[in-house]
């Protein structure tokens, strides 16, 4: 029997930064490098790192919003053993019912939510078209029943989102995400364009969710604290590459590589001036080497030309880094 009930396995991919018709299709983006991870049934997997470091890109893979360039994407819904399936082989039908089942939150729901519709109507718009649908009169009362799940009024499904908060608008994007019951919630850094009191807010609800419906989540987030307070697992993120995966519990206490213990210097505001600069480097060809190298005090020229192989520091700790 598996632990996981999704699965990436060695995910890559392009995108082409030529455009048009004439385009010859020559220079590439590589936006994830041989990523490989697992979500636990009724656990937390978090995905972090800096803006650009190729988190949403694993995610929208995940559920083929991008077909990924090689890898595998796999799903274990019945915990049986040799169930898993291969998302992208997937046939139409099938990726509806799959989409079902693993549903993605979006990041800013001002942007997500279409402010002409009714909240009623945004969270049926796509379920009158799937496999659950009853009719509207089941429909109304289910969405009544979410609506009060995630710390709203019944009452407010007629209403628009311009009528609502920040975190308001965003419980009503996790409503959308559980009307068809799905088992897997991707969250995509759902919390960080809310006020600090208010990220409290929608961590408590999502872990009331998450034990009330044994849901598992994949929580994308560039704030390792709140990532430590909310996932069962880390996996630290850069330029497209996983640098470091540990349980969260721990991390904070145990992080090995440079750029997750940056991270943590980061969300605590010690950054010195020295290792405040550098930014993720966008990725034009294959990775020749570790793509912290340019931003690490302690790179050497075995950094820079080698990429580190995965090394197991043991209890679920793993590290990508040549100094270990």
């Known amino acids: 029997m598996s632990d996981f009930i999704l699965e990436a396995k060695n995910l890559m991919k392009t995108f082409s930064l030529d455009a048009g018709f004439f385009a010859k299709n020559e220079k590439k983006v590589y936006a994830v490098n041989d990523v490989s991870f697992g979500i636990e049934r009724g656990k937390t997997y978090g995905l972090v790192g800096e803006s650009g470091c190729g988190k949403t890109t694993t995610a929208r893979i995940l559920v083929q919003m991008y077909k ?99 975190g308001q608008r965003q419980r009503i994007s996790i409503a959308r995400g559980l009307l068809m019951q799905p088992k897997v919630l991707i969250c995509d850094e759902v919390v960080s364009a809310l006020d600090v009191s208010i990220q409290g807010q929608i961590l408590n609800l999502l872990q009331d969710i998450k034990e009330k419906r044994g849901l598992s989540f994949l929580f994308i987030a560039h704030d390792l604290r709140v990532s430590c307070y909310f996932c069962d697992t880390i996996g630290v993120m850069y330029s497209g590459l996983l640098m470091e995966e540990a349980p969260a519990a721990d991390l904070y206490k145990t992080a090995l590589h440079p750029y997750t213990k940056l991270l943590f210097e980061g969300s605590q505001g010690k950054l010195d001036k020295e290792n405040e600069s550098g930014e993720v480097k966008t990725i034009l060809r294959g990775l020749e080497g570790c793509p912290f190298a340019h931003r690490c005090p302690h790179a050497s020229e075995k950094c820079r030309k080698e990429i580190p192989e995965w090394k197991n520091a043991g209890g679920g700790h793993k590290v990508r880094c040549h100094l270990f």
């Not at 291969?86 to 402010?115: G, I, T, W």
């Not at 009714?118 to 796509?126: D, M, P």
């Not at 429909?139 to 799940?149: D, M, P």
């Not at 709203?152 to 908060?165: G, I, T, Y």
């Open 68 to 166: 990924q360039s090689s890898g595998t994407v796999l799903y274990n819904p019945d915990e049986t053993a040799g169930a898993f399936c291969d998302v992208s082989k997937l046939h139409k039908s099938e990726l509806k019912k799959y989409r079902e089942k693993v549903k993605y939150v979006f990041q800013d729901p001002s942007r997500s939510l279409n402010p002409r519709m009714s909240v009623f109507s945004i969270l049926t718009n796509a379920y009158k078209y799937s496999s659950l649908w009853k009719g509207k009169a089941e429909a109304w009362e289910l969405s009544a029943h979410i609506l009060e799940e995630v710390g709203l009024d019944p009452s407010d499904l007629n209403r628009r989102p311009s009528e609502f908060s920040g």
